[in-house]
């Protein structure tokens, strides 16, 4: 991520179901109920930090609390909470201003939904967290059927993605052969 795509990301954004905004601070173990939730969005989303979440405020970090944020170190604390892993990149970026942010980009899931794996401070065992497109943008348990139908619907397509990239072909069904004999080879 460079500075224009940074400046395209946050250009009259307000926090949505894939971007969470977050004033100056080191990295915490308490963001990982935010990328949990991310990694269970479509297309994923970012975590801007260095901007204020409520005022939308470019307050930048300063270099030690851009420096906490190493990714191998968030990759082994978040490891022990993700089920399976989660898959995210860290950016500094330096704006014309000279203010630095952090941007952490998730990636959306590969196969399954990302379910919490152990307790912490701002995490349950068990739970799928979600960022709902419904409602005020946060990262919260998933609430709700909408929410849940959306998490497995794209976890199912993506399951027979890699089902047909591995060979399988669902089988026919008699009334896709009545189809073709109807339409007679058209």
């Not at 979600?130 to 409602?135: D, E, F, K, L, Q």
Request: proline share 4%.
């Amino acid at each position: 991520m460079d500075l224009s795509d940074f400046e395209r990301l946050i250009e009259g954004s307000a926090e949505s179901p894939s971007l969470e905004f977050k004033g100056p601070c080191p990295w915490s173990i308490n963001m990982a109920k935010d990328i949990l939730a991310l990694s269970n969005v479509q297309d994923g989303g970012h975590i801007v930090i260095g901007i204020q979440d409520r005022t939308l405020v470019r307050v930048g970090v300063s270099q030690a609390q851009a420096d906490s944020y190493d990714h191998e170190s968030m990759q082994d604390q978040l490891a022990n909470l993700a089920d399976p892993f989660v898959t995210f990149s860290v950016h500094n970026i330096v704006d014309a201003d000279g203010k630095k942010f952090v941007v952490v980009r998730v990636q959306e899931f590969d196969e399954v939904p990302v379910v919490c794996r152990a307790d912490s401070a701002d995490t349950k065992q068990g739970v799928v967290y979600y960022r709902s497109r419904r409602g005020r943008a946060g990262s919260r348990p998933v609430r709700d059927s909408f929410d849940m139908r959306d998490i497995l619907d794209r976890a199912s397509v993506k399951l027979m993605a890699k089902r047909r990239g591995q060979g399988y072909v669902p089988e026919s069904t008699e009334q896709d052969n009545a189809y073709d004999e109807e339409l007679g080879g058209l």
